[in-house]
């Protein structure tokens, strides 16, 4: 199971070698940048609020908390080490991994579940990316002054209602996220994440900012971080889970491909902590913006996923400037959701690049073009297929739209399964003086970081399986 010294020489010189090719990072910040960028998106700032909500606020809210630093920290260690050992797509860095290893290719499903769940993921997150697209023109025509929810939640309705403009903005979601993967990492993506980021946290600071004069910011504090454990059902759990999957970007190898151009001097553990911390912050911050407003307007937390395009929308009729700082918000959640579409195109167009020899411009047309036509099922599920639940049959997934189902087997399932996946294949199945001369860490934070990929992670991801199929 181990690898001699000379032969990770070798080994790690060639990686160097495929590296340099393709490009490190110009620096540990321009990597923070991007992955940030990716974990940051629609999932703090729309699900984050709205599954808090829906889940009773505080002890979810830890629950999440505990699944960020127990399972998503060593996990996003686990998938930067395997990237950059592989210095190759997802795919073909497992591979790698495992062969020279002499080690079963088994572990390539760990690929696999990656290119699957970006293709899924991508298809309805490009939808809600439209309706934040929307939402700018609704916002900045200022026709939201002044409404009445009744008037607010119409106009929500409305845009759901209407398919075709739904898709238009799906499309033009979809071609943004396109247009920088088209242009490679370096080039496009890189540049655009270190423009995009600092913008998102100035605009997020400033909605906290107008949440603290609305009265209602304790209300709200005590809400997302006073725990009731009477509020938290085996599901709640396995939503918080999933979360901390979908929010740090985890369990689709995003990571992975991500790291693999990570320079090999730069401190994974550091990195990886601080992505961590930055999109916890974010989600915090996303969910003290929202909840003082909810609570100052008698609106409902448990809205749904509609929440943030329900309430904001009001309180930015009634606030002064509410027209500009709406559109700024809505501008702040496309920039955010921008960065993170890029992040779930990236391995795929990676992966055919690699894998089928094509290149880079018509790989992204290839699988753009797949994640919209996908799309389009989310689309219809929100109004003509809006009665239409497919496996409506199982018990726990009745009355599940498409949309509600892509959304519910990624996050709840696919992610945890392939971090499970991560998990065990650093804490079985890779060699540990591999592992220890990526990570170089202290023995004996090198131990818990182990002990927590081998056991605690499979057995924490095992349990809350266990107990909601039950
Ligand atoms: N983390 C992003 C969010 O919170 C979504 C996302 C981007 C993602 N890339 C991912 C989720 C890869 C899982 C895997 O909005």
Redesign the pocket.
Known sequence: MSVTSSGSATYSDALEGSNAKRGLWSSRFAFILAATG???????I??FPYVTGENGGGAFVLVYLLCIAVVGIPIMMAEVMIGRRGGRSPVNSIRLITERDRLKPAWKLVGAIGVL??FL?LSF?SVIGGWAISYVGTTASGQLAGQSAEAVGAIFSGLLSNPSTLLLWHTVFMALVMVVVARGVRSGLERAVSILMPALFVLLLLVVGYAMTTGHFGQAAAFLFQPDFSKLTTSGVLVALGHA????????A?MMAYGSYLPKKISIAKTSITVSVI?TGVALLAGLAIFPIVFANGLEPGAGPGLIFQTLPLAFGQMPMGTLFGTLFFVLLIF??WT??I??LEPIVEWLEEQKGMNRTISTIAAGGVCWALGIASVLSLNLWADVAPLGFIPMLEGKTIFDLLDFF??NIL?PLGGLLVALFAGWVMSRQAMENELSLSPTMFNLWFITVRFVTPVAVAIVFIYNLM
């Not at 999957?245 to 689709?252: D, E, H, R, V």
């Open positions: 990716s974990a940051v998106g629609l999932g703090n729309w699900k769940a970006g993921i997150y999957f979908f929010t740090l970007s985890l369990g689709m995003v999109d955010a959701a993170s579409g992040s779930l990624t996050a992610l």
